[in-house]
Structures are given as C-alpha cells and as structure tokens.
C-alpha cells in the first residue's frame, strides 16, 4: 500500500531537525564583570544564551514526522489508484461487445503500460494535511512560544528585535552542529588520532551596557 522512496529518508531527516529546533527551550545567563585599576573601572556585562534539550523532545519530533511520513505515503496511494478506479468505472459503463484476441491482448498490453507509467491523479492535499496537522501545529506554537519567551528576557539587555530573531536561528543551528558532532566523536579519534573539539552549548556575546 505504502511506497517509500529513498529521498523520503532525508525529508524525514529534514521533519525531524526542523520540530526538535522548534521545541529548544531558550536559557539566558548574565554575567557582570568589574575589573577596577584606580582611576578607571573597567565593566562589562556578558550574556550567555543556551538551551534546555531532553532526548524525548527527540522522540516526540520523531513520531510527528513519521506521521507526515504516513500521510504523504497514504495520499501518494490514493493520487495512484485514482485513475485506475476511473479506467474501471468507464469500462463497466461502456456495453459490452464481443472483443477479438487481438483486441483482448492490446487491452492488457494497455493496462500493464498504464499501470507501470507516471500517470497520476491529483495530489490529495486534505488527507495529507490532516496527518500533517500534528506537525504543522506544534512546530509553529513551540517555535513562538520559545522565540517570545527569549526576546521577553533579552530585550531588557537592549536588544532589537531582528538581533533576537538572528540569535534564535544561530542556537538551533549550534544545536544541530552538535547533534551531528556527538556521534562522530568516536570516529574522528580512530582517523586523526587527535580529540575532537565539541562545540560549546551556548552562545556568549557582551552587550557593552556598562560602558
């Protein structure tokens, strides 16, 4: 019923990073330095912003991609079995006439072509949304809840708007190196012979408010 195609693996891939991201949970540290040399006092204010990560944030993102994943198969059957329900229709409507052999074996040979082809009737785009839905729904409400919970604290530090869009794009992408890094660790060791660096799980930048 269900025909999987190899690049349905990356876009489950693809589902997947994109709901984890969504559903971090922002964390922002300050850190307030005083450094006094008479007669100068040298201050500054640095701001740490990682993230809450829980490996069943993983399954959760897992699960609701393997339902769009069903989804778009189920809606792939059905786009599929559509004309062949409408070459049926028409036959048992049309009155039937003694067929010769040679008529009998082009209507097979016709059949077999058609149902090998790329003939396809139109994407069921209702079914596919309703297994998408899930998806769709917790990407988009996790995402704006957890974007405004972080421009809620940061913009006390006098921070723009498009600075906390841009900072909240660079922590899922900081997440999503170190997702990929973690199991290359091992490996890296055996090939080089050297340790592997794992990147930080934060961001850290002086906002110069103390100047």
């Known amino acids: 019923m269900f025909k999987a195609k ?13 709901h984890v991201c969504s559903v971090l949970q922002p964390v922002v540290e300050a850190q307030a330095n005083f450094k ?10 640095i701001l740490q912003l990682g993230y809450i ?3 069943w944030m993983l399954v959760k993102a897992m699960m609701y991609s393997l339902l769009v994943m069903i989804g778009l198969w189920y809606s ?10 409408s070459e049926e229709k028409r036959d ?3 009155l039937p006439e003694p067929l010769t052999a040679n008529e009998v074996k082009k209507g097979w040979l016709n059949r077999n072509t ?11 785009v209702k079914n596919f949304l309703l297994f998408a839905l899930p998806w769709l729904l917790t ?4 995402g704006l809840i957890n974007y405004l919970r972080l421009y809620m604290v940061i913009q006390h530090f006098c921070i723009s708007n498009w600075k906390a869009i841009q900072l909240y794009g660079e922590l899922q992408v900081l997440f999503l190196h170190r997702l990929l890094a973690v199991p290359l660790i091992p490996y890296w060791s055996k090939i080089t ?3 592997f660096n794992l990147p930080g799980n934060f961001i850290s930048f002086e906002t110069h408010l103390l100047d």
């Open 76 to 85: 792939r059957h059905l786009q599929s079995k559509e004309p062949q329900e």
């Open 36 to 45: 006094s040399a008479y007669p100068s006092v040298d201050r500054n204010l």
């Open 139 to 142: 990407f988009l409400a996790s």
């Open 6 to 18: 190899y690049r349905d693996i990356g876009f489950f891939v693809l589902l997947t990073s994109m």
């Open 193 to 195: 012979g050297g340790a």
């Open 53 to 55: 990560y829980n490996h």
């Open 114 to 124: 058609q149902n090998s082809g790329t003939e396809l009737g139109p994407f069921p």
């Open 92 to 94: 048992i409507l049309k």
